[in-house]
């Protein structure tokens, strides 16, 4: 199958500090690839080198066939990479349809994926007009992935969507990140390896910087040694 992104070797300080030591990662077009790692492994960085946030220093990354590194954010973001920062970063007095129209890329953005985007996240259609900082955590949530799908996106990056969360609201995020991945590829990172498993065909372990394991979820699932020493979950 083709990969809509590979990242290679890529190296990205943070200051001083050399965050990213030699990360690689290969997103299959249609797929979910899930980054995981213990806190401070560098899964955060590894998702705004790619947006170009956090630029590498050394190191490439390719989205569909092209280079992308050394681009400003919005070049990348412009060439259809949707990103959903951790901690949602939603704008709290603007109304849930005011957040949507601001995510347009191109004017009528919104009014063509509202229906997909209400049949995902039905919650949202009937909070439309309600101040983001009046939803719950979960459909603040909802709504940070919803923004994410207005523009015509073809890649999302989505960091920790189920941190602090009830159960039977990550319940429904994976149901309908299960179902967005039929429109757009997905890189998430899950620091829930239930979620993880659940959501994920393919897999990156980060160490300390370094991209120390990958492969298909299924075979992670079964690989106990490997969960045990990088991810400490029995």
């Given at each position: 199958m083709s ?5 290679r070797?890529?190296h990205?300080f943070?200051?001083?500090f ?13 797929g ?9 492994a560098?899964?955060t960085t590894?998702l ?10 050394r ?14 954010s ?5 060439l ?7 901690h949602?970063a939603?704008?709290?007095s ?12 191109r004017?009528g953005d919104?009014?063509?994926?509202a229906d997909f985007?209400f049949?995902l996240f ?7 007009e ?7 955590g979960?459909q603040?949530?909802m709504l940070?992935?919803?923004r994410a799908?207005?523009p015509e996106?073809?890649l999302l ?5 189920s ?6 609201i ?10 967005l991945s039929s429109?757009v ?12 498993s659940?959501?994920?065909q393919?897999?990156?372990?980060i160490?300390?910087?370094h991209?120390?394991a990958?492969?298909a ?7 106990k ?7 400490g979950?029995?």
């Amino acid at each position: 199958m083709s990969s809509i992104l590979e990242v290679r070797d890529i190296h990205t300080f943070i200051g001083q500090f050399h965050i990213l030591e030699g990360v690689s990662v290969s997103v299959t077009t249609g797929g979910i690839t899930v980054l995981l790692g213990r806190n401070g492994a560098g899964k955060t960085t590894t998702l705004r080198s790619i947006i170009g946030l956090t630029p590498p220093a050394r190191g490439s990354i390719h989205f569909d066939g092209k280079p992308i590194q050394g681009r400003q954010s919005h070049n990348i973001a412009q060439l259809g990479i949707g990103y959903v920062p951790e901690h949602r970063a939603i704008f709290r007095s603007l109304s849930v349809r005011e957040n949507l129209q601001l995510a347009e890329r191109r004017s009528g953005d919104f009014a063509r994926k509202a229906d997909f985007i209400f049949d995902l996240f039905p919650d949202l259609k009937r909070l439309i007009e309600l101040p983001g900082g009046n939803l719950s955590g979960g459909q603040q949530q909802m709504l940070a992935v919803a923004r994410a799908l207005v523009p015509e996106n073809r890649l999302l990056l989505i960091d920790e969507p189920s941190e602090g969360l009830a159960p039977v609201i990550i319940e429904q995020l994976i149901a309908a990140i299960q179902r967005l991945s039929s429109q757009v590829s997905v890189l998430l990172v899950e620091q829930n390896f239930r979620v993880a498993s659940k959501l994920a065909q393919s897999y990156v372990i980060i160490d300390e910087g370094h991209s120390v394991a990958a492969g298909a979820m299924a075979d992670l699932v079964q690989d106990k040694a490997l969960i045990q020493r990088y991810l400490g979950v029995a």
